[in-house]
């Protein structure tokens, strides 16, 4: 069965027009599908010297609503290859620089997050669970120790479903 996909998107891989994003966006995303979706979250992690040491959105269990987009992939996801290649052309947008086949940083990673009224096929995210095991670094992300865990050990991202704005 195949399935819907996209990204939740809440800084520069939706404008940003340095290196691959642009090329990115172009291949890999429907833009004329961006909807704005609520999402929490704040400031994190300083960026390095390339971004001008800025701050940069990141998600968090204890922000108040803020806003995202949410665009649909221009391809459906019908195997756990198909999933991983979005993860891993996704990863390369947000660091050009990463190994190819990378999905996570010491700063930051992938994650997935299910649509609670759909039916996600469980050996789909058995599989996403057995990759991100493989990944170094998997699950590392900027968040405060009192926000629990916002990426779980089996690739989930740990905040609710986003609302249409």
Not at 70 to 79: A, F, G, L, R
Not at 118 to 138: C, G, I, S
Request: charged share 25%; aromatic share 6%.
């Amino acid at each position: 069965m195949p399935l819907t996909a996209g990204v939740l998107i809440i800084g520069s891989l939706l404008w940003d027009s340095e290196e691959d994003r642009p090329s990115w966006r172009d291949v890999r995303l429907d833009i004329a599908s961006a909807q704005a979706v609520t999402a929490p979250i704040r400031y994190g992690r300083l960026s390095g010297k390339k971004r001008g040491h800025t701050y940069t959105m990141v998600f968090s269990r204890l922000c108040k609503i803020g806003q995202a987009k949410v665009v649909h992939c221009s391809n459906t996801v019908s195997s756990t290859a198909d999933l991983i290649e979005e993860a891993e052309h996704l990863w390369k947008a947000e660091q050009p620089g990463a190994d190819a086949g990378r999905i996570a940083a010491d700063w930051g990673c992938v994650a997935l997050l299910c649509n609670p009224d759909r039916k996600v096929p469980k050996d789909l995210l058995r599989a996403w669970a057995e990759r991100v095991e493989r990944e170094p670094n998997y699950g590392r992300v900027s968040q405060t120790q009192e926000e629990g865990i916002l990426v779980s050990k089996d690739g989930l991202l740990q905040i609710d479903w986003p609302r249409s704005v």
